[in-house]
């Protein structure tokens, strides 16, 4: 299986209002709940108007698109780093799973899915 590192650093954050949110921007995802609206997005275009936000993340996805029948994936790419102490944070979408760690802990993070196994790309 692949792994597809991406180059921006990212943050993590809450907003108050969607229309906080520029739905332009090449990379975010949006959640929202009955108690908040988060925001994934390039640390560079994180909206001025934020709740709480936590800078210094870097991220990677499977590659391809995954088929929803496909169990353990992400469980098992989180066992892995969570074996070497990288705590994460995981976004799935309709094709694939990605999952961001801090950028102090990126290298360490390749490093172990390649030993496991993993391609990285």
Known sequence: MKIRKLEDELTVCKV?????????????????????????????????????REDGWKGFRIEGELDFSLIGILSKLSGILAERQIGIFAVSTYNTD??????????????????AGYEIV
Not at 18 to 47: A, H, N, W
Not at 100 to 108: R, T
Request: with cysteine; proline share 2%; net charge neutral.
């Open 16 to 52: 108050h209002s969607v229309s906080d949110i520029s739905l332009e921007k090449e990379f975010y995802f949006i959640g929202r709940t009955d108690e908040e609206i988060s925001l994934v997005c390039r640390s560079k275009d994180t909206p001025k108007n934020t709740a709480a």
């Open 98 to 115: 990605y999952i961001l760690v801090k950028k102090e802990n990126f290298s360490k993070a390749l490093s172990a899915l390649s030993q």
